[in-house]
């Protein structure tokens, strides 16, 4: 059976633009009124593009030093400035090649020229789940008001629901031990760092909105994280029983049941 073709994929920013290799140096660049290169791939597809300031093979010496692409697109998100949104890419590194990292990230691959081919789905920068989780987090900031209305509903019970349920998601480390290792063996890792931000970020935004008050709103950002941690590995938390119980935890099954409508 022939190998499947290895496809490789390079993030942009929004607008198209390569981010630059380094953000510090960018940052003190852009802090002199320097200008900081790039090159914008939306302007490319179907084109040979060279690097237009090629650093040394393959060191951070610039503050854009290379293209640098990738072959496990869950792990993309690590070399973005704001981590989302972006534009995804599939390319075709050319001529020489390097990854400095070595076995601890062989996913990376650094050129100085390549190919885009095609503009692609950027949800693909969550891994193959990403659609499914985009659509939960667009859901987040209504699940959030939600919650913090069960909250000032009923806050006897629901304390009570959510209290059980945060020790329990503590004893097991579901969050962090089991989505935190399963992201990193998928190579998911990126994908979890950044999904974890942008849920927190929108379940902080609306509950603080709804009124809720900061213990509700520990127990809610806590919630949200859960969720899209389940979300994005529920194909890597499954095998057993106690899995299972993991990645239900993670989900948030328990308080689904045991809320008030």
């Known amino acids: 059976m022939a190998a499947r073709p290895t496809t490789y994929y390079i993030a ?16 003190q660049a852009t802090a002199r009124g320097e200008t900081v290169p790039t090159i914008n791939l939306a ?21 854009f030093s290379y293209f640098h692409t ?20 599939i390319a075709e590194p050319l001529g020489e090649t390097g990854n400095p990292a070595g076995s ?23 891994g193959h789940r990403g659609a499914r989780v985009l659509a939960v987090l ?35 480390h579901a969050l962090d031990w089991w989505a935190y290792f399963r992201a990193q063996y998928s190579r998911r890792a990126a994908a979890r760092t950044v999904a974890d931000q942008l849920a927190d970020t929108a379940a902080t935004q609306a509950a603080t909105a ?5 213990e509700a ?12 941690a389940g979300e994005l590995l529920h194909d890597r938390i499954h095998t057993g029983d106690y899995e299972k119980e993991i990645r239900a935890l993670l989900l948030g099954t328990q308080l689904n049941a045991s809320v008030p409508a």
């Open 138 to 172: 667009a859901q987040l900031p209504d699940a959030a008001r939600q919650w913090a209305t069960e909250w000032a509903t009923d806050p006897h019970d629901t304390r009570r629901a959510y209290a059980a349920w945060t020790q329990r998601v503590h004893v097991t």
């Open 210 to 214: 709804a009124g809720a008050d900061p």
């Open 12 to 27: 942009t920013r929004p607008d198209g633009t390569v981010p630059p290799t380094c953000y510090d140096q960018a940052r």
């Open 70 to 89: 990738y072959t496990a697109p869950g792990e993309i998100l690590e070399t973005i400035e704001e981590g989302w949104p972006i534009r995804l890419w």
């Open 104 to 126: 601890r990230h062989p996913y990376w691959l650094m050129t100085h020229q390549l190919r885009v081919v095609q503009e692609t789905e950027a949800w693909r920068a969550f």
């Open 43 to 63: 302007d490319r597809i179907g084109q040979i593009v060279n690097h237009p300031s090629p650093g040394q093979r393959w060191h951070t010496d610039k503050v």
């Open 217 to 228: 709103l520990a127990a809610i950002r806590l919630r949200a994280r859960c969720l899209i």
